[in-house]
């Protein structure tokens, strides 16, 4: 791909890229959707391409087992097989090159505990609904990912000064010979920020296909959607990428001015109740409230619970040590009284952004960060 076209032919028609943005085909309720090789357990949201959420009661473990992680896809891609696999690094460069699977695997290897949640998690609950898939709670997990810094790959091709961002290219398969490629461009201060990385394996086994392998980059704390699956090229130009995806899709509307849009970038500051799941019947006396926290370029600084529907609030205890871009557990005793009592707990982060208690309509059904709730009866 050159500065401003695409690997493949650039025959897109704006009306027909538009027609097409969050086109996954829906599973109708009377069909029982064939299950998933490897993700049993996850529920589909779409066949067609794949997207599969995790059960909401599934989700809480520090790490999320690969086989109830999410599955996110604009376009579904064929597999590459490892031996052929080739990274192309190009554009704005001074020594543009190519890169095998083994030249990755030679260069220093970082290791980390990342989040990831798709910008449309919990579009389902917006009312009323929002066109995309119907994601509830469960577009989000965590796991452990190995591979390169993005920035080491990008000093051996040597940006020129001119170079301000990076657009990954992905090997997935647009539906149609006209519809456009999945791209989106990142800046270049978060392409080098040392935590963003090419990823070759992740919760210590190579990266699966269903999740962007053998290589996928890795944009912490943003939207799942920037960080791209089947990675198979970079390509550095001195402008945002103008793609539908980066123009059109993956925008909502700016506070100060909602007839303008911007760009998603960081995740919202979150967090949810892993325990007791909603419709629980608990014992009186005392139990424990627990779940994750997480802020996306912020780090979650307190995590308040309500147990009378919120009335009142007290702080959570957080748990374990900070781990840059990956969630937080927080814990909160609570001696149970009998009676019907509604949960609720409420994230504040570094950035000075409070879990709202409502939102307005996003037109794409992005950013739900509603305050969690629970309804539980003790007995």
Known sequence: M?????????????GTAAALLGGAV?????????????KEK????????????????????????????FVRN????????????ALKVDGQVDNPLTLRLDDLKRMEQITQTLTF????NGRGFYSPKAPGVQWENGAV???????????DILRLARPRPTASHVVPDGNDTPPTPQAPDFIRSHPIWKAMEPHTMVALEMNGRPVPHLHGGPARLIVPGWIGSASIKWLIQLTLADKEWDGPFMQRSYRSPRAEDPKHTYSLQSLEC????????????IAAGAQAIAGYAWAGEGSVTGVDISVDGGKTWAPAALVGPEMRY??????????????????MARATDSLGRVQPGSKSRDPQGYRWNVIHAVRVDVA
């Not at 779409?46 to 520090?62: H, K, M, V, W």
């Not at 997990?141 to 920035?151: E, F, S």
């Not at 979150?270 to 019947?281: E, H, Y």
């Not at 557990?329 to 609570?334: A, I, K, L, T, Y």
Request: charged share 20%; hydrophobic share 40%; with cysteine.
């Open 141 to 151: 997990g965590t796991a452990v990912w190995k591979g390169v810094r993005l920035a």
């Open 326 to 343: 990956a969630w937080r557990r927080w814990e909160f005793p609570w001696p149970a009284a009998a009676g019907t009592h509604v949960i």
């Open 2 to 14: 050159d500065n401003g076209v695409t690997r493949r032919a650039f025959v897109i028609h704006m």
């Open 42 to 69: 996850l529920i589909v949201r779409s066949p067609r391409p794949i997207n599969l959420e995790t059960p909401f009661g599934q989700l809480g473990a520090d790490i999320t087992p690969t086989e109830l992680f």
């Open 270 to 281: 979150k967090s949810l109740i892993m325990s007791p799941l909603d419709g629980a019947k």
């Open 26 to 38: 829906p599973v109708p309720a009377q069909i029982a959707p064939a299950p998933v090789p490897g």
């Open 117 to 120: 949640e798709c910008a449309g």
């Open 74 to 85: 604009n376009y579904d891609g064929p597999e590459i097989d490892p031996a052929q696999y």
